[in-house]
């Protein structure tokens, strides 16, 4: 009986013969055979990479994660059960969930950086002095402007002399907003040592 299984819109066709060339190149695989699983390889890389690719979109993602399935793959052969099903689907599952992992871990990640950002949104990036001073002695506040790092540089130039707000910067340079606030406060205290040993 010919059953399908669907797994963001790929169809894998399972005949429940058993003799699909990828269940005993997994099987081999399972014993070590090295050159049966780079045949299961050929036999699968091809459609596991475009599941993933529909999954995370960007390729060079989408070429890690499909290593991470195959070592998977090799690691857990043994693991497989013949009796629940075929290679191909439980290969093609692993990609799946691999891809999602992958995804919500992103997710994850830029809501971190996300809540770091406000966290430092209620703490004072600099004190009224540190502006009057910055702009009571512009010459020695260009001279120690030169000596920082260019992103703090960029961001405390931005933010003094072009009046941009610390989330208009994030958009204009392509930074988290919690990343801009670090540079904006590591800056003006670099830049606050440079000016007292300048005097």
Known sequence: MLMEMVIDGVEIPEDGSGSDPADVALAQSACGDRTAFAALYDMMSGRVFGLILRVLVDRSQSEEVLQEVFLEVWQSAASFDQDRGHARSWILTIAH?????????????????????????????????????????????????????????????????G??????????????????????????SRLRTEME???
């Open 97 to 161: 969930r691999r891809a999602v992992d992958r995804v919500r871990s992103a997710t994850s990640r830029a809501r971190r950086e996300e809540q770091v950002g406000l966290q430092n949104l209620h703490s004072p990036v600099a004190s009224v002095e540190d502006h009057v001073q910055l702009l009571i002695d512009g010459s020695r506040a260009t001279r120690a402007l030169d000596t920082l790092p260019e992103a703090q540089r960029q961001t405390i130039v931005l933010a003094y002399f």
């Open 197 to 199: 040993v300048a005097r």
């Open 163 to 188: 009046g941009y707000s610390q989330r208009e910067i994030s958009a204009l340079v392509g930074a988290p907003l919690g990343t801009i606030k670090t540079r904006m406060r590591d800056g003006l």
